[in-house]
């Protein structure tokens, strides 16, 4: 089992629509969550962190956390074409030396 | 306020060679974290430097190597380089070694 698991993609939304990302994780030390995006040739950006239970919102973002079921999701509302790219998601445990843990990403594609 | 900045930003190598690539850290982060990305997949955590102190290293064996200097940039050193090492190579800056990571651009490491 690998310690974060993305679903691939590509997870195709039409242009305005809701994309919806999933991640699971195996360790349960784990503290702090987090969603990166990485358009194609580029590195990655930070675009939510989350550490509490519950949802987090930042303009069209939000990530929600649930540590009981090991399971992060982010939500991408009003999808546009810029969207398009692969959402890394990220975990970090105390335990584990503060590094991140990357899932393998989910491509997502906005179609106008 | 300066982000994180890589170089070189390209290099080709041949199998046997040395590299060392380099890292500025965001101004006023004292945490570096080194990461490996190979083609289709997440970022691989290599090590982590804290106050020029390894805080934390990957799976990687020991020819991967690094430094932090006073001013909290970083080096990553490969000896003997093998097919497999060709990735982007990405750093990561923090304001402390608990703190959310930003990337750099990276480089993107060719071994013929």
């Known amino acids: 089992q690998k310690e974060v698991e993305q679903n691939s993609g590509p997870l195709s939304v039409p242009e305005g629509a809701i994309a919806s990302l999933n991640c699971t994780y195996s360790?349960?030390?784990?503290?702090?969550f987090f969603w990166y995006r990485q358009y194609s040739g580029k590195s990655p950006e930070l675009i939510m962190f989350?550490?509490?239970?519950g949802d987090k919102e930042d303009g069209r973002f939000t990530a929600q956390l649930n540590k009981a079921s090991q399971y992060v999701s982010l939500l991408i509302r009003d999808s546009q074409p810029s969207d398009s790219a692969t959402y890394l998601c990220?975990?970090?445990?105390?335990?584990?030396?503060?590094?991140?843990?990357f899932g393998g990403g989910t491509r997502v594609l906005v179609k106008p | 306020e300066t982000g994180v900045t890589q170089s070189p930003t390209h290099l080709i190598k041949t199998r046997g060679q040395q590299v060392t690539l380099r890292c500025s850290s965001q101004?006023?982060?004292?945490?570096v974290s080194w990461y490996q990305q190979a083609l289709g997949q997440g970022p691989q955590f290599i090590f982590q430097?804290?106050?020029?102190?390894?805080?934390g290293r990957g799976n990687f064996p020991p020819r991967f190597s690094g430094l932090q200097f006073p001013n909290y940039s970083s080096e990553l050193n490969v000896n003997a380089l093998e097919l497999d090492d060709s990735a982007l190579y990405l750093c990561?800056?923090?304001?402390?070694?608990?703190?959310?990571?930003?990337f750099g651009d990276g480089t993107r490491l060719s071994i013929l």
């Open positions: 990561a800056s923090s304001q402390d070694s608990n703190q959310p990571q930003h």
């Open positions: 360790d349960r030390g784990s503290q702090s």
């Open positions: 989350i550490y509490s239970n």
């Open positions: 990220a975990v970090r445990s105390q335990a584990a030396g503060n590094k991140l843990t």
């Open positions: 101004s006023g982060h004292n945490t």
């Open positions: 430097y804290y106050r020029e102190e390894e805080n």
